[in-house]
Nanobody
C-alpha cells in the first residue's frame, strides 16, 4: 500500500526559503518516478519538479534555478528545497509517485498530473 505524506509547508516572506519533504511508505523511492506539483484554487494542478527512477530531473520553467528536487534513499523521502520564494509560489504543494511499470502516455510531457497515480494530501506554502 503506497502512502505519501508531505510536510514542511508554512508561511514565509518573499525571498525566503522552505524545504518540503514527502515521506513514502509501501515502496522505495529510489525505484519510482516521483514529482512535486502545486495548485492554486481555481487553477489546474501544475508540475513543479520531477525525478525519475534513473535520476533524470526536470523543472518547470517558473522554478528553474530556485528549486531543487532530491531523493533521500536512506530516509525514503522526496524533498524539495525552495529558495528565493516569490508571491507566485503560493500554492498547495503535492507529492506524487507513479508505478515503475506504467508506460508514459507522452514521453515529451512527463511532468503532468495524469502521469502519476499516487498522491499525498498536500502541504500549504504561503509567500507574502
Amino acid at each position: 500500500h503506497v502512502q505519501l505524506v508531505e510536510s514542511g509547508g508554512g508561511s514565509v516572506q518573499a525571498e525566503g526559503s522552505l524545504r518540503l519533504s514527502c515521506a513514502a511508505s509501501g515502496y522505495t523511492v529510489s525505484s519510482y518516478c516521483m514529482a512535486w506539483f502545486r495548485q492554486v484554487p481555481g487553477r489546474e494542478r501544475e508540475g513543479v519538479a520531477g525525478i525519475e527512477d534513473d535520476g533524470r530531473i526536470s523543472y518547470a520553467d517558473a522554478v528553474e534555478g530556485r528549486f531543487t528536487i532530491s531523493k533521500d534513499n536512506a530516509k525514503n523521502t522526496l524533498d524539495l528545497q525552495m529558495n528565493s520564494l516569490e508571491l507566485e509560489d503560493t500554492a498547495m504543494y503535492y507529492c506524487a509517485a507513479r508505478s515503475p511499470t506504467r508506460p508514459w502516455a507522452d514521453l515529451a510531457k512527463r511532468l503532468v498530473p495524469a502521469e502519476y497515480n499516487y498522491w499525498g494530501q498536500g502541504t500549504q506554502v504561503t509567500v507574502s
